[in-house]
């Protein structure tokens, strides 16, 4: 997964921030503010993403195996 893959899902998941008629993006925020926890949260991000597809891997193989 690339930054600007996580960007724009951050983006998606929250909202922008106004301060005085300026309009931020969470990810703009995140990324400027805190590098490092811009890479924590991607890396939790791709974690789950990860565990996710094995999961679903795990059920296809299931489903596979009861049409044998």
């Known amino acids: 997964m690339t930054d600007n893959d996580f960007i724009e899902f951050l983006n998606s998941v929250e909202d922008e921030v ?39 891997s795990i059920q296809i193989d299931d489903i596979s195996h009861i049409n044998e």
């Open 18 to 56: 106004v301060i005085f008629g300026l309009t931020f993006s969470p990810a703009e925020i995140v990324k400027a503010l805190d590098p490092i926890a811009f890479r924590c949260m991607k890396s939790d991000y791709e974690s789950m993403l990860e565990e996710e597809d094995e999961n679903l």
